[in-house]
Every structure is written in structure tokens, then in C-alpha cells.
């Protein structure tokens, strides 16, 4: 079976989480006897083929689209992965499924799909409605558009979470019968511990006798990173040793730092900005807990990240997260947009060893049960096996002689 993924990212290129999912999901169905081809945005000169532990991947320059804005920007490179697309199908012949994930590439798998009559099967990662908390003005509309074509458009749509599958059918009416909920996952290899320069790491963030309260991920509104700094004065006010060391950049990232310094709290509050994968894996490791205060969360990969790292989980009570986290057993909950109840779960797992430790083995077996690639890969190819079974039953094929 081959399948055709489009996705805005894949290493080395990647902004959040979705080009490590593509990335281990692809890695994963190649050990389950898929074939799986990924087209994707390339910058920085690395547009071509290569192909990646038995992963096809095409990458089609996207660095010198002209485009006044971001949204202008997307249509124009689907465009181009549209023509790239198509290139490969042809190459392929026998290309079963279009997989597409988030909006970013709708356009382009839509095309894809009515051009070559191939079904489309979309992974929603998030809403534009929840990343925003709501929609406001145009350009969220038109994103808010493109999601509810895309879901309209696909034979199955496939979701990370019970939260996200009961939002989706909110936003768009999406039958709940067409989706699936299938988890993202980690890879346990990569974060076995090899502490060899593990003391190196965090000796640069961090004194010896201090506590590391780590933040990863993107400075927006969603993400609630202001929701942390807003908690730092209550932490340090009971575990004065405790330091904050808040990595990733945004929109709200001189916002934060500017209420660091107002309060007078500069000393104890590191923004590291981006850090490349060795250091945040060691990050990952070092740290005393890893707090994920979002307001707004599909998923949380940071969360099975940490579980994985054997390092305690302080996590918001919303979305994706909730199901993740069992609350005193393998992380904390606490209220979501609430800096006085993240103090408090941040102060619980610093002060009692006891906790931790018990935090810290539970959550190792909830990864390790439960959100693996084989796992995931393997019920990503039972959605597969049943669009192909429908879709041969169906009479919608490709006209004869269909060329691009």
C-alpha cells in the first residue's frame, strides 16, 4: 500500500509538533508495510528527494513565494505542492491513499483528490477557532473555511483526541461516525537517558542547587505562557531555589519578558529562545518538572515528551491534555488560565519526593502502553484498510486515460 502524506513540515524543517508527527508516524507505517511518500515545503536550499529509513520524501522550494501575508502565502505554496503532488503520483501509478495533514495543505490535497479521483483521508492537528479562542476577523475566517473544506472533503477524518473529535463536529457538523481517534505518539528510543552531557546542558540554564521549572513551546496566546510567568512570584515565594527556564519564541515572548523584569523577577526567569534537539532532549531530562499551562491543547506531545524523559508533568485541566494526564497518578492537573493553581501543582511536585517518584513511574508506563508508534501506526492502517475496501465498492474512479 502507498500512501501520499502532504504536510507543511518535516525535519529538518519544523514549527511545532506536526513535523515530528509526520515524521514517526511515517517511520512507524513503514515497519507495518506501508510505503509511505512525503511531499513538503523545503527552505534553505534543501528542496529534492531523499529517501529517509524507507520514507519517500519530495521537497519543493517554498522560500521565495511572493505573498504580502501568511494566508496568501499557503495558497500560493499548495500551488506548488499541487504540481509537486501530481508529479509523484504519476511517478507512483498506484498511489492508494492522500493523506493530509492540517489546513495549511487542504487546498492542494483537495485538488489532488478530484483530479486523480485517489481518496483523502486529513488528520486535523488543531482549529484555527481554538488557537484563537474564536474567530475575530477575515484571515481567521478564511482559515476557518479551508478546515471545514477539508473535513468535508475526506473519506475519514482523523483526530488526536476525544476533544478534538467533539470540537470538529461542532465546528463544521462533521458526522461523528466519519472520524477516528487515533493518539500521537513518542518514540522511547530517543529519550533514553544518555546523560553523558546531560550536567554540561544544565549547567548553562541553571546553578546547581537550583530547581528547574521547564516551559517548551511556542509563545502564543494558546500556549499560555504568560499564564506561567504569572505564576513564578507564588513558586519562588515558598521554593526559592526553583528556576524558570521558559524556551521557544512568539508573539508574547517581550510581553513575557517584560513582566519578568517588572516584577523584578529577571534573575530567576531564562528565555532561552529556540534551542536545536540535543539541548532540549537534555532539557527534557534535567528538569525538575515540565509545566504545560495551555488554554487551548488537541493533544500535548510536550506531555509524553516529559512522561517519556521520567521527568513530572504539571499540565492545564483542557483538551487533548485531560485524557492524557490521570490526576496524582501519572502528572497534575490544575485549572486552565489559572497562574495561582499552577503555582500550586508546581509547588506540590518540587516539594514532595515522594510525589515525583511515583508521578514519574506511572506516567513511564502510560507512555509505554499506550502511545507508541507501532501502536498508532498500526490503527492509522486500519483507517486505511477501510476507506480502500469502501472506496472499491464505491463508483467513484479515475476517468480512463486521466493524465495531469
Known sequence: MKVLHLTSEYPPHKVGGLGTHVEELTRAQVKAGIE?????CAFSGNQGYENVNGVHVFRFDADNIPAEDFPSWALQMNVLMQKQASQVIEEFKDISLIHAHDWL???????????????????????????????????QELIHDIERKMTYESWRVIVCSNFMKQSVCSAFSTPWEKMDVIPNGVDLSKYSSDSGHYSEVRSRFALPHEKIVFFVGRHVWEKGVDVLVGAVQSVLSEVPDAKFVITGEGYMTDKCKDMTWHMGL???????????DKTLDALLHV???????????????????GMASHTPVVAADTGGLSEIIQHDLNGLKVWSGHSESLAMGIKRVLKDDGLRNSIVNHAYDTVTSTYNWDKIAGDTKRTYERVIEEYNCADWKPSPGLMW
Do not use: M, N, Q
Not at 36 to 40: H, M, S
Not at 287 to 305: N, Q, T
Open 266 to 276: 529577571g534573575d530567576k526567569v531564562l528565555f532561552t529562545g529556540y534551542t536545536d
Open 105 to 139: 495543505v487542504a487546498t492542494a490535497a483537495v485538488g489532488l483528490k478530484h483530479i486523480f479521483r485517489i481518496p483523502l483521508i486529513s488528520t486535523i492537528h488543531s482549529l484555527e477557532e481554538g488557537r484563537r479562542g474564536g474567530i475575530y476577523e477575515d484571515r
Open 36 to 40: 509511505p511518500i512525503v511531499v513538503v
Open 287 to 305: 528538569s525538575d518538572v515540565i509545566v504545560i499551562p495551555s488554554r487551548y491543547e488537541p493533544f500535548g506531545i510536550v506531555a509524553l515528551e
